[in-house]
């Protein structure tokens, strides 16, 4: 992730410190940035002396002291609270009062990284998406010790960077991993009831839902390492409340060291000779496959909206630019009507009187003053 942002940034046009305290993924960093500068070139989206101005741009060790005069520092190390608030500490210790401190973190809360610093009104979280260079969208995450006027100054900086910032509130998730667990968790507690089976909703979700990848294949992609530990610390983070509760299923995998793609086996097998499961294209199931997951999506957006935690546009976009939803939940919301939403909820609420299925209150405000989510 880090080699990604990197590159970014020296596509930008600044000069890049590489730091890593592993000299083998130092090197491997190195290594991948060279071949990929290497294919632009080959592609014709750089030319030959751009390449070689790109690559002289970085500077590649394994010593904190070589980021003495950077006026930003991007961390994207191990996501261990411990050890990123160490390193922001040893790292205040060499550069200049004027440098940003930024954390690419997934899921910690920024306020307690920023805490850790002598200077906490210079920290913020820049929250990049995988793989950086292809991915547009950035959430910009002040925490609450965080300076006012690097908020504006992180949005134009991003803007620069060909990226399209959305500001967010430092809560769990921020917006992207806060607004869509339900696409992984209610999807695996489809599969868990024996409801569908995992290619049924993944078709599904694909073919009727308009989604780029089924959740189980996605999972499968980003990695259970990954995905799980997220779900579980947004979890955690939120004090336990349901709506984002974990599941055995996906626990079970990871503790199976079957993380997915990477491992050659997570939800679906990835062995050359396995033998794919078939959905079953019945479209009364998928429609109550897909009407169950986007209610719980458009309900998470909705309950984010009322807690200011980004303004309409930027959960829209952050929904659409960050993990490529076919179109912003509150918009989808206003398409399918807040009083269909809120009948599957409190159909699904009833049905289990579980609070994971309650909804927003701004949603019951929309059905009751029938207003638009988007421009009420
Ligand atoms: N992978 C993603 O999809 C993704 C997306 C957005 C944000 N992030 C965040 O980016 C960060 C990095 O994630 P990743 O997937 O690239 O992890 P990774 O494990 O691939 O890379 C982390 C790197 O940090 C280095 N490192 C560990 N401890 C260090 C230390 N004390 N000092 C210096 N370097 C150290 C490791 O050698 C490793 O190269 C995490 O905070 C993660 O939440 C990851």
Redesign the pocket.
Known sequence: ??AGIAQVAAMAGHKVMV????A???Q??QQNLTATFAKLQEKGKISAEQYTTLLSQFTFG?E?ILLKDCGLII??????PE??K??FAEVEKLVSPACVLA??????SITSIAAACALPQRCMGL????P?PLMALVEIIPAIQTDVNLIDEAKDLMTAWGKTPVITKDTPGFIVNRIARPYYGEAIRIYEEGIADMATIDWAMTELGGFKMGPFALMDY?GHD?NYV?TETVFTSFFYDPRYKPSFAQKRLLEAGWLGRKSGRGFYNYAADAIQPQPNKDNYLATNIVERIVALLINEAIEALHLNIATKQDLETAMTKGVNYPKGLLQWCDDWGADRVLAKLDGLYHAYHEDRYRASVLLRMLVASKKPAENN
């Not at 730091?19 to 592993?22: A, G, K, T, V």
């Not at 961390?75 to 261990?80: D, H, M, S, T, V």
């Not at 954390?103 to 910690?108: A, K, P, R």
């Open positions: 992730m880090g730091y890593d305290n592993n083998g993924a130092l491997k960093a394994s904190l961390e994207a190390i191990i996501e261990k050890i990123k160490a390193v954390s690419n973190t997934s899921s910690l929250h990049f998406f995988n950086a980003i990954v997220v």
